[in-house]
């Protein structure tokens, strides 16, 4: 392996594999582990797939199919309320065969991994986080710097807070809102002000917004409305080419498996992520593109699905009650679980759970980093509610019983 990757963990998955190795599962086995949507997806996927198989027999471009890139581009002025002139399919879109793919190579083509005046570049990543960002930082020989996503910081980084030689090294910073895993959700004054910190110091801002279309109560702002504000009132400081933000079929379509998404951003960014993506990217097949073009054009879909969502906490809402911490997350489709009154960390209960209970949950520990001695995630469980609303039901009463408080 290459030096710049010796300090990378195993990967969560392969980890909790090794964690419950020859552990016999106590019960019949649910898994809440891994973020993968079991609600259906539309008819018309398939359909429009099998109206466009001849197109597999061509080689497909880098940048999709002008079709896909308009649909993208109407979905966004629908979803974010932009206004129309706003977003430019051709120059301000670019489709992506899968988000974690583009949240990667995103950091290569636009992060420098030096700054001739403060030295070694520095990433700055949310901790807890979606695991790429920490990969992609060490493949352009940045240093990852982690930013606590706690409870005491409304479980999203603060990062005007961090020291300002750090910030002054900064190439890059990646924010999930929805976060993954703790479903907290950037208001317009975050996204502002995070804005305003890229302008002071010359950073990029990789907005992973993959889960903008769950959601419990309003929709989620995006850093598009907050781009779209500041061009109407301070139109002497554009924002554009500072920010890459990604959006997923996977999590709003249930389509994990069509490896569909797009980023969004500035001429200029979209121009030079494009340029690496021809040398080391994966285009989306034109069947593909065709689907996902039907599925950003329809909105009726997802409604149904989130509502769905609404009904599983609803259900965990009743079933754990104060227990672990509870809160409800205003977005995404996980529950975050502090089990320390369990006199458990993260996982002991995981290896608990699975024996005893038969349900499969994430260590917080795995999608997290120690940084001043401390893994914020080391208490915590990661459950996916993906299921059917009996069978989350059933996998949350088994929670409960097994882990119990320290009396």
């Not at 996204?191 to 110091?201: D, N, Q, R, S, V």
């Not at 379509?253 to 990217?281: D, E, H, M, T």
Request: with cysteine; proline share 8%.
């Amino acid at each position: 392996m290459s030096w710049r990757f010796q300090s990378l963990p195993d990967y969560a998955f392969p980890r909790l594999r090794a964690l419950l190795d020859g552990i016999t599962p106590g019960a019949d086995e649910i898994i809440l582990s891994i973020g993968e949507p079991q609600h259906a997806f539309p008819n018309f996927i398939t359909e429009v797939l099998h109206e466009h198989k001849s197109e597999y027999g061509k080689y497909p471009p880098i940048d999709g199919s002008p079709a896909l890139r308009v649909a993208a581009a109407h979905w966004l002025e629908r979803r974010y309320r932009l206004p129309s002139d706003f977003i430019d399919p051709d120059r301000h879109i670019l489709p992506v065969n899968g988000t974690r793919e583009g949240l990667f190579m995103a950091a290569l083509a636009l992060a420098p991994d030096f700054n001739a005046r403060d030295g070694r570049a520095a990433v700055l990543i949310p901790n807890p986080f979606y695991q790429c960002y920490a990969a992609a930082a060490l493949a352009i020989n940045a240093e990852p710097v982690y930013a606590p996503a706690t409870r005491e910081t409304g479980f999203l980084p603060d990062f005007a807070s961090m020291a300002p030689e750090t910030l002054a090294r900064t190439s890059l910073v990646y924010i999930c809102s929805p976060a993954n895993p703790q479903g907290a959700v950037a208001d317009l004054d975050y996204w502002t002000k995070l804005l305003e910190l890229a302008h002071i110091y010359d950073f990029m801002i990789v907005a992973d917004e993959c889960y903008a279309e769950i959601y419990d109560g309003a929709p989620p702002v995006g850093v598009l409305q907050a781009m779209a504000q500041e061009k109407s009132s301070r139109p002497d400081k554009p924002s554009f080419n500072r920010v890459l933000a990604f959006h997923s079929l996977s999590k709003r379509s249930n389509v994990p498996g069509l490896r569909s998404g797009f980023a969004v951003g500035g001429g200029q960014a979209i121009s030079q992520f494009k340029r690496l993506r021809s040398y080391g990217g994966a285009p989306s097949p034109l069947p593909v593109c065709a689907a996902a073009a039907a599925a950003w054009r329809d909105d009726a879909h997802v409604a149904q699905s989130r509502a769905l969502y609404r009904e599983k906490f609803d259900a965990a809402e009743k079933i754990i009650g104060e227990r672990f911490k509870f809160y409800r997350p205003p977005g995404g489709f996980f529950l975050w679980l502090d089990v320390s009154e369990t006199g458990l960390t993260g996982e002991e209960a995981a290896v608990k759970l699975w024996r005893q209970a038969g349900v499969k949950v994430l260590p917080g520990a795995y999608l997290s980093r120690e940084s001043a001695g401390v893994n914020p995630g080391a208490s915590y469980l990661r459950l996916a509610l993906v299921h059917d609303l009996e069978t989350t039901k059933q996998a949350l009463t088994r929670v409960t019983q097994i882990l119990t408080p320290i009396r």
